[in-house]
């Protein structure tokens, strides 16, 4: 029995194309708001799959399913929307135009109920995959009762299966058993540059089998099926299976007349085969041809609506990069946009008036009202929007802080999550941690001895049941709160960005921390971009970092990160020398990643804090002796906000030294070294540069805006400072990271810092090899500030520090 829906699907799918073309071709010849940058990539990837998201989204969706649309689908994406309507004409007439709808689909910047954003190819894909591992969490917490298990998916171009975090994404999802989790392929043989290779389809499908999915292939469409029923069919079939894709591809540019060429010339046999193609018309022919299982409503709907087991599942979906439009199969298309003349040839063939073309049931075969009434039961759309959201957890006012007379940042981070495991607050257990297989050499061991690995199967620790004495308990099972990654920083990002998406995408807040080895922030640095870029919220702890993990090696040792911390949107980064002050960030950091609030800067330190946002902490392993202070609330409110006078300066000091992190020590020894010829040196901790620089860019903007008493904090601590006194700025890191700190008020500044890496020795080595110990810092206070000869500078000069 045919399916009622079908007459409805199919006005659809016709018209979410039309819709998607119009979009384009809107913002590049009517209502062109892009500077004369042609809107290109869209539109042949648009049409490839605007049959298959015409069969999910109006037919097989469900609310609770979460779905990464593969980018150069969006004006596909937002069409079905403006059918549901979740999307406004206005936002399409603006297509990527200012706060128009997005070229590629957006959580944070789209109005229409993106689940996941995409843009950098391959990452989507990924995150649908670990967002099922947290729906497997969520529930088996027995959390999220309220609302069912749902699918994650992944509309996936066929090149874009070249990404490698894919493959990343793949191996991890074995391991951990991942389910409910559908991949769609849009096999349409083309990339962006060309035509794909041969037999690709093969390659995955033994690569999805090996880690254990279903594989659908849906390769022939409904009339082809029928065709092949024919006599002669079995040739033509068989014709298709061995068709290079290129020829494929050219042909379907070509159109009916040269496919009946062609297959006359390769299977003409004067019989059946030959009666077979003859039988049709040019039109018939062409649309024969490229009715390919990917733009075969009937049979998608089947293959998605089949699917009656929680098995992760690829579908192979052959299409036509193109598909509908002359564009269709030329090997050029990626970027290619329908003429003038052309655009009014679909539209007139598409029934649509001019000036008519936004209305939704314009040119459509069935009665409005029945259409409407149609959209108006789908299944997907029953529960609205589904942004989801989870109270604020509340946090203690003070976490614990270690006594240790000297330990290092690294340390006390373990430390103080040992305390969290122990606590019994509610919010300890929302704290989920993960870790590219260094959660013991970053210190999460106590943590995880505490609250235990998760697994969906409990599986034990067989050294502890043996009585092998062992300093960690590695049990997994439902209660745990741990999820261990094999060695993939791409993972750990996109584990966080799921993680970290929990509240909205299955309505339960977690408080997720990922650690990692600062160097190899750049080894997933897209994916954390794309974590921020989605709102997702995450805590980073990268330990060892700089040069300062000195003998560990060379190659381990980390420059840039400091740089990407101060630059990455939707980061807030901090580099606390002391665990004191560690303890309160990571408090800080806890309820910051919470807020969603308005994004009004706070007028005392001109960040806009309200708004939340994700954290990373750089940290070191290099121990260090302990400041023994109170912490008072002022202290800790500046150690938030970026920075305070571990010593300030006094009305004769020439120079202030400002320092982040593990050189600690070195700057308090440089000004104990100088103290004796240059008084009142001040000496300034500055536990985030990023935010401190932050403030001080809104409080300018601000200022010039008309709110003449804004003052960022950076302003209000170098207000301390005479006007001619000189700066020095020293971290383990790129010197970059703390020199725009003179152009806050005009201090003649000098930067130290680390600009090469790959040397290994002591700390002390290294330091001076790179000019950040305190004879440097003395030497480049000496050569900004000159006075008196300083004498301990000279007494020690010339014990080999060199260029580095
Ligand atoms: C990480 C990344 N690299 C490069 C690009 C540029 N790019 C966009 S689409 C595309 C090709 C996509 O081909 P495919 O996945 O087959 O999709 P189709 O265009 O065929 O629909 C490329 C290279 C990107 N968006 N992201
Ligand atoms: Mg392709």
Request: with cysteine.
């Amino acid at each position: 029995m045919s399916d009622p829906r079908l007459p409805y699907l199919t006005e659809l799918e016709k018209k979410v194309l039309w819709l998607a073309t119009w979009t384009i071709h809107n913002a590049n010849h009517i209502r062109p708001n892009t500077d004369g940058l042609k809107v290109g990539g869209h539109q042949a990837s648009s049409a490839s799959m605007a049959t298959i998201l015409t069969a999910l989204y109006f037919a097989a969706l469900r609310p609770q399913d979460r779905v990464a649309v593969k980018p150069h689908a969006s004006p596909v994406y937002h069409a079905i929307q403006y059918l549901l309507g979740n999307q406004t004409r206005e936002k399409l007439e603006n297509f990527r135009g200012y706060k128009g709808a997005q070229s590629y689909p957006s959580r944070t910047k789209d109005v229409d109920d993106v689940d996941f954003s995409t843009g950098s190819v391959g990452l989507g894909v990924a995150q649908t995959l670990f967002s099922s591992l947290v729906q497997d969490y969520v529930k088996a917490k027995g959390w999220a009762k309220d609302w069912p298990e749902g699918r994650m998916i992944a509309l996936v171009g066929d090149a874009e299966m070249d990404e490698g975090n894919i493959f990343e994404a793949l191996l991890e999802g074995w391991k951990q058993g991942v389910r409910n989790t559908w991949w769609v392929i849009d096999y349409n043989r083309q990339s962006l540059d060309a035509v794909i290779r041969e037999g690709l389809y093969a390659r995955f499908e033994a690569l999805f089998r090996a880690f254990g999915w279903d594989v659908v292939t849906i390769k022939y469409g409904s009339l082809q099926e029928a065709a092949f029923r024919e006599p002669g069919g079995q040739q033509l079939k068989s014709w298709i299976d061995s068709c290079p894709n290129q020829l494929y591809s050219a042909l379907t540019f070509q159109g009916g007349a040269a496919w009946r060429k062609r297959l006359l010339d390769d299977i003409g046999d004067q019989g059946p085969a030959t009666r077979l193609i003859e039988s049709r018309t040019d039109a018939e022919l062409a649309a024969l041809m490229s009715n390919l299982g990917g733009h075969d409503l009937p049979n998608l709907v089947s293959a998605f609506e089949s699917i009656d087991h929680d098995r992760p599942t690829v579908f192979i979906c052959y299409t036509v990069k193109g598909f509908g439009l002359p564009i269709a199969g030329h090997k050029d298309n990626h970027a290619g946009l329908l003429t003038p003349a052309q655009l009014d040839g679909y539209r007139a063939a598409s029934n649509i008036r001019p000036g008519h073309e936004w209305d939704k049931f314009e040119g459509m075969k069935l009665p409005a009202e029945d259409i409407q009434a149609f959209l108006s039961k789908v299944p997907f759309a029953q529960r609205g929007r589904r942004r989801l959201s989870s109270p604020h957890l509340d946090i203690p006012a003070k976490l614990a802080v270690p006594e240790q007379p000297t330990i290092s940042t690294q340390q006390g981070f373990g430390l103080i999550l040992n305390e969290v495991a122990r606590s019994t607050e509610p919010f300890a257990d929302r704290v989920v941690t993960t870790s590219p297989d260094v959660t013991v050499s970053t210190n999460l061991g106590p943590w995880v001895n505490r609250r235990g690995l998760f697994g969906r199967e409990a599986m034990a620790d067989i050294f502890r049941k043996e009585r092998i004495p062992s300093t960690f308990t590695w049990e997994f099972g439902t209660k745990g709160q741990h999820f261990e990654l094999g060695i993939a920083e791409m993972n750990l990002f996109i584990m966080l960005s799921a993680l970290g998406l929990s509240h909205t995408t299955f309505g339960e807040r977690l408080l997720p921390i990922g650690t990692l080895y600062d160097p190899f922030i750049a080894r997933g640095l897209d994916a954390l971009n794309y974590a921020c870029y989605q709102d997702a919220r995450f805590i980073v702890v990268a330990t060892p970092s700089g040069v300062t993990l000195a003998p560990e090696g060379g190659a381990h040792q980390s420059i840039s990160t400091p740089l990407i911390g101060l630059a990455q949107d939707g980061l807030a980064t901090f580099e606390p020398a002391f665990v004191d002050e560690l303890s309160v960030i990571l408090r800080w950091a806890f309820d910051y990643i919470q807020l969603d609030g308005d994004a009004a800067p706070d007028p005392r330190s001109w960040l806009r804090d309200k708004t939340g946002g994700s954290v990373y902490l750089r940290l070191s392993t290099r121990p260090l002796e302990q400041p023994k202070r109170e912490m008072t609330d002022e202290l800790a409110r500046d150690i938030v906000d970026g920075g305070y006078w571990m010593r300030k300066p006094g009305p004769s000091a020439r120079f202030v030294i400002a320092y982040t992190g593990a050189v600690a020590p070195e700057a308090i020894e440089a000004v104990g070294l100088m103290g004796e010829d240059r008084r009142d040196i001040g000496l300034l901790a500055i536990t985030s540069a990023d935010r401190l620089n932050a403030g001080w860019t809104a409080a300018q903007h601000a200022r010039e805006l008309g709110r003449t008493n804004a003052v960022s904090h950076v302003e209000r601590l170098l207000a301390e400072v005479p006007d001619d006194c000189a700066m020095i700025t020293v971290l383990d890191g790129h010197p970059a990271t703390l020199a725009w700190l003179g152009a806050v008020r005009g201090h003649r500044t000098r930067a130290l810092g680390v600009e090469h890496f790959g040397q290994t020795g002591t700390i002390q080595d290294l330091y001076r090899h790179f000019g950040i110990d305190a004879q440097a810092i003395a030497a480049a206070a000496e050569s900004l500030a000159p006075g008196r000869p300083l004498r301990h500078l000279r007494a020690v000069s010339g014990t080999g520090r060199q260029p580095a």
